[in-house]
């Protein structure tokens, strides 16, 4: 009995101090990556050029991290570009240093040089991307990012048998730089895309793209996660797998509602995972992507396909096209997007701002300006409430920080100045269109509502927005005008979709909602990149709050000068 007395507390140590281990929280990790940004020939199309990637690989590398990691990405520029990368959905809480827009939150890399990308990943979780932020480089220089739940956090949804990550995105037989550079000076869109491509690859519906056609191999009976990431420059995208559902679970790394779906739909810098279930007879099955436009506009209208192949089908058997909704199928778009509904558990609740301190209205403006040297006398151009937003040539986060005059003015207006009816025939000319570079200046904590409303100036068109340092609640969408008497009564305040990008329906109207918690200049811009280029973007400048957890960081000391 001596020897089991004298052995029993030693156990009961051993026994607590194992639980105690297994029940403390895994230490967060530190993920490190080298991205070299170099000049690589690629073939595709029947046509070879060279490309700006990163580490030679077109899509880029994947980042993968989980929530709670630090992660330090070392960007080596030796392209002969100057350029930047946004790490595009993630909050950079306090730290807009490391977001990465061109003259937005630093000045770009410069050739031979290196900038450290240093960040915390706190309260996220999901599928988001990284991607160049200056002139039209995204075109090639992008990838996925995937943070994982914390280590013994499960998915609020079933645990998939695989994952893949797919990124849909453009490719031009052309140097891409040269072709904005020609549309810029002609004043005239630039030429659009030669083909959609899946994982960097058209498919074999393509000349020479047998080799250049992704695919994933699967097995009956198993379930799979499709993260998928929309990163083309100009086009919203359908995107199905032939005889197959989805069923959507998480979009720009928020958990939804689970709904079924045979094709979803995702615009410019937006995420979509989905379940598929392994269900059918084994074969051959084509994912497909094509674009949506429901606007007189054109758009490369050619499908992406990657193929979705059963274990021990040979590679002989034909794959099947699925049927995507057609390029102009409104219906589809609304009815789809009004699926998406925040999980709203105790888990993951929707804050969403229940009291407005300030009520914004930006009208997207597509119009023309004279232009003596250009095509037709004319220059396509775009605005905020008839404002042009032009880029400075000092980053406006280091402007602010560091109080350098003369760069911006924080006096960007909360309505559009000229009330008309914004969404009736087409009136073909500019409002008074001003070239600035204004900005909204927003106090720290207050609650902010952004009502988007799409205008008829020269047409009308869907537009995705991206908030950077943000998500943001959608709380409320509709064709036509916004009626502010109306039309907030119907807004959604208990579980809308929470994200940080948005589609604005053609010749309508989008409302968001998001609290000022994070200090800094945050870029507000439309991802479609042809109308970023021509103006259609502004900034906001949160206020620091009380104390100094509160105040932006101070800067990185290999901060990139102008």
Known sequence: MAKQTSFCPVLGFLVIGFLCFICLPAEAALKKYQFDVQVANVSRLCHAKPIVTVNGRFPGPTIYAREGDRVQINVTNFAQY???????????????????????????IQTGNSYVYDFNITGQRGTLWWHAHILWLRATVYGAIVIMPQQGTPFPFPQPDREEVLVLGEWWNADVEEVEKQGNALGIPPNMSDAHTINGKPGPLFPCSEKHTFAMEVEKGKTYLLRIINAALNDELFFALANHTFTVVEIDAVYTKPFTTEA????????????????????????????FMDAPISVDNKTATAIFQYKGIPQTVLPKLPTLPEQNDTNFALTYNSKLKSLNTPKYPANVPLNVDRHLLFTIGLGINPCPTCLNGTRFTAS?????????????????????????????????????????????????????????????NSTVEIVIQDTNLLSVESHPFHLHGYNFFVVGTGVGNFDPKKDPAKYNLIDPIERNTVGVPTGGWTAIRFRADNPGVWFFHCHLELHTGWGLKTAFLVEDGPGSDHNILPPPKDLPRC
Request: charged share 10%; with cysteine.
């Open 82 to 108: 100057n350029l930047s990368i946004h790490w595009h959905g993630l909050k950079q809480y306090r730290n807009g240093w490391a977001d990465g827009p061109a003259y937005i939150t630093q000045c770009p």
């Open 264 to 291: 979803i739909l995702i615009a410019p810098g937006q995420t979509t995972n989905v379940l598929v279930r392994a269900n059918q007879i084994p074969g051959r099955y084509f994912m497909a992507a094509r674009a």
């Open 384 to 444: 905020l409430n008839n404002i042009t937003f032009s880029m400075p040539q000092t980053a406006l986060l280091q402007a602010h920080y560091f109080n350098i005059k003369g760069v911006y003015t924080p006096d960007f207006p909360d309505k559009p100045p000229t009330p008309f009816n914004f969404t009736g025939a087409p009136l073909t000319a500019n409002l008074r269109t001003n070239l600035g570079t204004r900005l909204s200046k927003i106090a720290f």
